[in-house]
């Protein structure tokens, strides 16, 4: 075997690894509470040791949280495809609404589930936002190569990144609310993407509404 295709193999090792410490880390959360859940546990139902859960993440919830952190290089790989020429704002649209609609109803299921358990555990969230940081930094620099301006200097890069990544924050957190009328998610991301390319107009007030 080549060494590149020994490195190739122990990446993809890694990486199966990681991915099922993070699902074990998942499953043992929802089934029994995070305050109920030890290290321990998620190692023996990943078939490692606890050594081994400790090389990869540096506590449970950094774990739990993981086993929703697949999308970022997609994102990236799709907005690439995008036209040169559309406007970046635009190709994000394009990227994250067919994303939304590639997603299974079991997919859907599972990720307001994971929301949940976010407003039930806060210690879950600097992971969460860590994992937005990721995404919006990969996109900065996607951007900045699409339009020719610099991430070191430029500010249009930084806001066009900010808008798309706090687009999908917003929307799939309200769209997850258990008190939210349940409209399709893509329908969510479009009006924010409406509402973002108008300028954020300040809307009407709702009749009987309270100041």
Known sequence: MSDSADLGLRALKKQMTHEAIAEAALKLTLDKGLD??????????????PRTFSNYFSCK????????DHYTDDVV?????????EPPLDSLRHVLVDLARSQSR???RAYVERVQLEDRYPTLRPFRM???????EALRGAIAERTGTKVSTDLYPWLAAAAAV?????TTRLWAKPT???????EKIEDAFDQVAAGLP????RTGSKK
């Open 166 to 170: 706090n687009i999908i924050k917003t």
């Open 36 to 49: 109920h859940v030890t290290i321990d546990e998620i190692a023996r139902q990943a078939f490692v040791s």
């Open 202 to 205: 300040a809307p009407t007030p």
């Open 61 to 68: 919830e950094e774990a739990v949280v993981a086993a929703d």
């Open 77 to 85: 790989a799709d907005l690439a495809r995008r036209p040169a020429d």
């Open 106 to 108: 079991q997919q859907l």
């Open 180 to 186: 939210a009328a349940r409209v399709r998610l893509i």
């Open 130 to 136: 860590a994992q937005y940081e990721q995404l919006e």
